[in-house]
């Protein structure tokens, strides 16, 4: 068995390191907790023991614990040391070196790797310090699962959410490797709009926020797959443990998937552009009393470029179809339209789905459909990405 310590600091988002647990627990991990003095404002150590079902740590000079685990053995007793919450006191005394507690000082003492997931006010988190600390422990190999970006408990809004528990899994789940259901596969996972020029300064674009396709991409990583994940212009950070490449049009879109393969999977998750104009104007168009007149043409269909038989054709070819009415019959329609395997379809007319933190799909596949209920992002990713190495094995 696998096992990790995590360490929980102090702030709001210190009540999900319990859901973190009990998805551990269920993933087969074990759980040993260290909880600083800050999170035990928050959340109390009978909650993680009854969780963990272990021993919860956080007396640096408790002599009983000292004979039964020394703090070196402790910090190297486990495959991987979690800190979730980070807070910035956290991630400055890691960066520092500094040991005035039992968890900062298990920090400096483990031989064994580290990943960290941040949470704190937005100001803080785009504060230079805690800029250079990341930047530091980033040097010394340190895994980062970034912050979500949303509205703070203080009111606030920006980056700087602790990330959804599934997503801190999946991470330990990568770190962790030794395998999993889609271990030697390669899968390419597309993400967020495409922006197509009109000039140098305006361009065509839609809503999407990148947070599904980036989802998809670190559930499919952590269940061993290596994943090269193309995404559009978005404003949240790029998944760990997966290669990035970041493209602005549906063509820069095509090329870098083109480069990527070949492939075992590829998830088309990106809301493309269905046009380009056909020649960008190369200088600002001014306003001159009329609407200028736009000539698009349609950009290159990615989703069935990949789905042509062919032995550079993936196993499994999955599109995602965005849609405001009829989903159900316009989903299945695009399946045999396009030729791909699976079809994940949602209604994106309400409000909260394209953009948001929330999603509902369907899944469309030659033997017919599920609806899965509305859930994170994160927790559809994951759900995604278990039916997939379901299926390819």
Not at 137 to 159: K, N, Q, S, Y
Not at 273 to 284: S, T, V
Request: proline share 6%.
């Amino acid at each position: 068995m696998k096992r990790i310590l995590l360490i929980v600091t102090g702030g709001i988002a210190a009540y999900k390191a319990l859901e973190l647990i009990r998805l551990a627990r269920q993933a087969g991990l074990g759980v040993t907790c260290v909880l600083t003095r800050g999170g035990a404002e928050f959340v109390t150590p009978l909650s993680l023991q009854a969780l963990s079902g272990a021993k919860v740590y956080g007396d640096l000079f408790s002599l009983t614990d000292e004979s039964e685990m020394g703090h070196i053995e402790l910090s190297r007793a486990a495959d991987l040391v979690v800190v979730a919450p980070a807070s910035a006191d956290m991630l400055a005394k890691i960066a520092a070196g500094l040991a005035d507690d039992l968890a900062s000082t298990l920090l400096l003492a483990t031989d064994k790797p580290v990943l960290v997931a941040p949470s704190m006010n937005v100001r803080m988190w785009q504060h230079q310090a805690t800029t250079a600390n990341m930047a530091l422990l980033a040097t010394r190999g340190v895994i980062v699962v970034p912050p979500d970006v949303g509205e703070m408990a203080c009111g606030e809004f920006g980056p700087g959410r602790l990330a959804a528990p599934e997503a801190i899994l999946a991470a330990i789940k990568a770190a962790l490797g030794g395998g999993g259901a889609l271990a030697g596969r390669h899968a390419i996972v597309t993400s967020g709009p495409t922006h197509e020029p009109i000039d140098p300064v305006r361009y065509i674009a839609n809503r999407s926020s990148g947070r599904q396709g980036h989802a998809i991409a670190a559930a499919l990583a952590a269940l061993g797959a290596r994943v090269t994940l193309v995404s559009g212009p978005v404003a949240i950070p790029d998944p760990p443990q997966v290669t990035t490449t970041h493209v602005e049009t549906a063509v820069q879109m095509q090329a870098a998937i083109q480069a990527a393969l070949p492939a075992d999977i590829a998830v088309c998750a990106a809301a493309v552009g269905d046009w380009q104009m056909a020649a960008a104007a190369p200088q600002k168009i001014k306003k001159n009393g009329a609407p200028p007149a736009l000539h698009l043409v349609e950009n290159p269909d990615i989703l069935a470029g990949l789905a042509v038989p062919g032995p550079m054709r993936p196993a499994l070819v999955v599109g995602f179809a965005a849609e405001t009415q009829d989903v159900a019959a316009l989903a299945e329609a695009k399946r045999l339209r396009k030729g791909c395997d699976w079809i994940i379809a949602n209604n994106v007319g309400g409000t909260g789905i394209m953009g948001g933190m929330e999603n509902e799909v369907m899944i469309f596949t030659a033997a017919g459909h599920i609806a899965l209920p509305r859930m994170d992002k994160h927790a559809v990713a994951a759900e995604i990405a278990r039916r997939i190495g379901a299926h390819l094995q």
